[in-house]
């Protein structure tokens, strides 16, 4: 079920895993910074942004996964899909071997 803001815009909620690139020290802080910056501008929450100790389940072994909710959801995949954030993404491939971004209504199944 999914919830609305205020405004009656229907919410939404991103997760996001991430699998380092080599090297990818030399640009996380400006990488975390600018996109810290970025959610902000646009009204996100970010709900988690931990590091991954271990998959119990799966092949894959992300090293970072994020949780982040958006007041809008139909502003989502426009701040994602072009504009700023693609400025953004040649440094996050620095920082990233392999990149995932989903979107879910936000709320309880």
């Not at 939404?12 to 640009?27: K, L, M, N, S």
């Not at 995949?77 to 990233?96: D, M, T, W």
Request: aromatic share 12%; no cysteine.
């Amino acid at each position: 079920m999914s919830t609305r803001a205020n405004s009656g815009a229907v919410r939404a909620t991103v997760a996001i895993q991430g699998t380092f690139a080599p090297g990818y020290e030399q640009h996380f802080d400006d990488y975390s910074s600018l996109m810290r910056e970025f959610l902000a501008r646009h009204g996100a929450t970010v709900v988690r942004r931990q590091l991954v100790e271990k998959t119990i389940y799966g092949r894959a072994r992300p090293d970072l996964f994020m949780v982040i909710d958006f007041p809008d959801r139909s502003v989502v995949e426009l701040l994602f899909l072009q504009g700023e954030y693609l400025g953004i993404v040649p440094l996050r491939n620095k920082v990233f071997a392999e990149f995932e971004m989903h979107v879910a209504a936000h709320g309880e199944v």
